[in-house]
């Protein structure tokens, strides 16, 4: 993952051509997630992340836009262990109107939780119990199919919506979908 | 009092989901089987099949929703077994094959005694054993399970269900994981029950179940990475000329 990671970053940077950075909210898995007591869910707990996109022409009316992104997790507490997602796009972007482009692809995430372990004491119906901390680092990976769009609104700026669908033919898909300001170096 | 004090400073700061030991004790395939014993339901207020059905809507509901996460429960039959003369969920655990969850209804005082003041509603757990790992709960048919409504029902079994997979209590009042249930709605997992379960069963492969449910050996993994690589460079070489803003916008 790393390597390929490392290829694409330098590829994207070598694209002297044009690329852009960027910045926005993500949320992973908004509709399925619960975030308080009465039920609700986390539709609107976006977390922060940072983006380098590069664009290639393509034949057919497209831009090749491979993407690469880093998730902070920052909207809940997670006083106890830290958990961070990685995630390169290969989307294809098609120009719907010169400002407007409609982008589709896979992609893969790659999701990482680690703590440093040690003992806690929890309540336990009437009692208490001891139970313990994740004291290593476990990785995830996940492919998606995106589809988003990006509106390009001066020279410099656009914004971008992008809907990701992680695992699409298996019984466990789920969404997750991020909101951003693109800068066009 | 200087207990109370010891448990507030141990779990002071702490927020997120726990393991039930360390190492974690965790089930070594990717679908376990899950068993309801023929002991009687009666006085849980249900019949075995009512339960199993719970069971398999606790799984779905729950537990197999988690992307990230390579693990699937599977609803399995009635079997006949007993587990009612049982005192530990170990002992309940030890009856069952290894990578299967086997659950029934329990009436056994030592195990759920003075029904009257004990609000525990269940009890569920994992353990490896010579031949394997093994999970097991049991439903307080002494308690107040029955008193419970449907949806409870179903959240106290996913809870269970939590314990048996390898997961402790979580410190986050909202998770399923959480020791109470309170007067909380539990309709689906929080973040923090999704990466306790990611923890103990990601997702190792990078070009994972999307290409089906094959398992890839690495050699294919490579081969498919070097495919979209090919791919990039193919779109590489068909660019013309140097793309600009103006050109792009005008393509
Ligand atoms: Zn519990």
């Given at each position: 993952?790393?390597?390929i990671?490392?290829?694409?970053?330098?590829?994207?940077l070598?694209i002297?051509?044009?690329?852009?950075?960027?910045?926005?909210?993500?949320?992973?898995?908004?509709?399925?997630?619960?975030?308080?007591?009465?039920?609700?869910?986390?539709?609107?707990?976006?977390?922060?992340?940072?983006?380098?996109?590069?664009?290639?022409?393509?034949?057919?009316?497209?831009?090749?836009?491979?993407?690469?992104?880093?998730?902070?997790h920052?909207?809940?507490?997670?006083?106890?262990?830290?958990?961070?997602?990685?995630?390169?796009?290969?989307?294809?972007?098609?120009?719907?109107?010169?400002?407007?482009?409609?982008?589709?692809?896979?992609g893969?995430?790659?999701?990482?939780?680690?703590?440093?372990?040690?003992?806690?004491?929890?309540?336990?119906?009437?009692?208490t119990?001891?139970?313990?901390?994740?004291?290593?680092s476990?990785?995830?990976?996940?492919?998606?199919?995106?589809?988003?769009?990006?509106?390009?609104?001066?020279?410099?700026?656009?914004?971008?919506?992008e809907?990701?669908?992680f695992?699409?033919?298996?019984?466990?898909?789920?969404?997750?979908?991020?909101?951003?300001?693109?800068?066009?170096? | 009092m200087?207990?109370?004090?010891?448990?507030?400073?141990l779990?002071?700061?702490?927020?997120?989901?726990?393991?039930?030991?360390?190492?974690?004790t965790?089930?070594?395939?990717?679908?376990?089987v899950?068993?309801?014993?023929?002991?009687?339901?009666a006085?849980?207020?249900?019949?075995?099949?009512?339960?199993?059905?719970?069971?398999?809507?606790?799984?779905?509901?729950?537990?197999?929703?988690?992307?990230?996460?390579?693990i699937?429960l599977?609803?399995?039959?009635?079997?006949?077994?007993?587990?009612?003369?049982?005192?530990?969920?170990?002992?309940?655990?030890?009856?069952?094959?290894?990578?299967?969850?086997?659950?029934?209804?329990?009436?056994?005082?030592?195990?759920?005694?003075?029904?009257?003041?004990?609000?525990?509603?269940?009890?569920?757990?994992?353990?490896?054993?010579?031949?394997?790992?093994?999970?097991?709960f049991?439903?307080n048919?002494n308690?107040?399970?029955?008193?419970?409504?449907?949806?409870?029902?179903v959240?106290?079994?996913?809870?269970?269900?939590?314990?048996a997979l390898?997961?402790?209590?979580?410190?986050?009042?909202?998770?399923?994981?959480y020791?109470?249930?309170?007067?909380?709605?539990?309709?689906?997992?929080?973040?923090?029950d999704?990466?306790?379960?990611?923890?103990?069963?990601?997702?190792?492969?990078?070009?994972?179940?999307?290409?089906g449910?094959?398992?890839?050996?690495?050699?294919?993994?490579?081969?498919?990475?070097?495919?979209?690589?090919?791919?990039?460079m193919?779109?590489?070489?068909?660019?013309?000329?140097?793309?600009?803003?103006?050109?792009?916008?005008?393509?």
């Amino acid at each position: 993952m790393l390597k390929i990671i490392t290829s694409t970053l330098i590829l994207l940077l070598s694209i002297n051509s044009y690329s852009l950075v960027g910045a926005g909210g993500y949320v992973p898995f908004g509709f399925s997630t619960q975030k308080d007591a009465d039920g609700s869910r986390r539709t609107f707990s976006f977390e922060p992340y940072i983006f380098i996109n590069g664009v290639l022409r393509a034949p057919y009316n497209h831009i090749f836009l491979p993407e690469l992104g880093y998730v902070f997790h920052t909207s809940e507490k997670y006083d106890d262990y830290k958990k961070s997602t990685m995630f390169l796009l290969l989307d294809l972007g098609y120009m719907l109107r010169p400002n407007l482009v409609l982008r589709y692809g896979v992609g893969i995430f790659k999701t990482s939780i680690s703590s440093d372990g040690g003992a806690v004491t929890l309540a336990n119906g009437s009692g208490t119990s001891t139970y313990y901390r994740p004291n290593e680092s476990k990785t995830t990976y996940n492919t998606t199919w995106n589809l988003g769009i990006e509106k390009s609104w001066t020279r410099n700026y656009a914004t971008k919506f992008e809907l990701y669908l992680f695992e699409p033919i298996s019984s466990k898909r789920d969404i997750s979908y991020s909101l951003s300001l693109a800068y066009y170096l | 009092m200087y207990k109370l004090l010891l448990i507030f400073l141990l779990s002071y700061n702490t927020l997120g989901f726990t393991l039930t030991t360390s190492p974690p004790t965790k089930f070594s395939a990717n679908e376990i089987v899950v068993n309801v014993s023929s002991d009687s339901c009666a006085s849980a207020g249900m019949t075995n099949s009512v339960l199993l059905d719970m069971v398999e809507e606790a799984a779905e509901e729950y537990w197999n929703r988690v992307t990230t996460a390579n693990i699937k429960l599977v609803r399995g039959n009635i079997v006949s077994t007993t587990l009612n003369s049982l005192t530990s969920v170990g002992q309940a655990a030890s009856t069952t094959s290894p990578n299967t969850i086997i659950v029934g209804c329990s009436t056994n005082t030592t195990l759920f005694p003075s029904p009257a003041s004990d609000s525990t509603l269940g009890v569920g757990g994992i353990g490896n054993y010579s031949d394997g790992p093994k999970g097991a709960f049991l439903v307080n048919a002494n308690g107040n399970f029955i008193n419970q409504g449907q949806s409870e029902k179903v959240a106290v079994i996913a809870h269970e269900l939590g314990h048996a997979l390898g997961l402790g209590h979580s410190s986050d009042e909202v998770a399923l994981m959480y020791y109470s249930v309170g007067a909380k709605i539990q309709e689906r997992l929080t973040m923090d029950d999704k990466d306790g379960l990611t923890y103990l069963y990601p997702n190792e492969d990078k070009i994972p179940a999307s290409c089906g449910s094959v398992t890839y050996n690495k050699d294919r993994g490579i081969f498919s990475l070097s495919l979209i690589g090919l791919l990039m460079m193919t779109f590489l070489s068909l660019k013309k000329k140097r793309p600009s803003l103006e050109g792009l916008n005008s393509y």
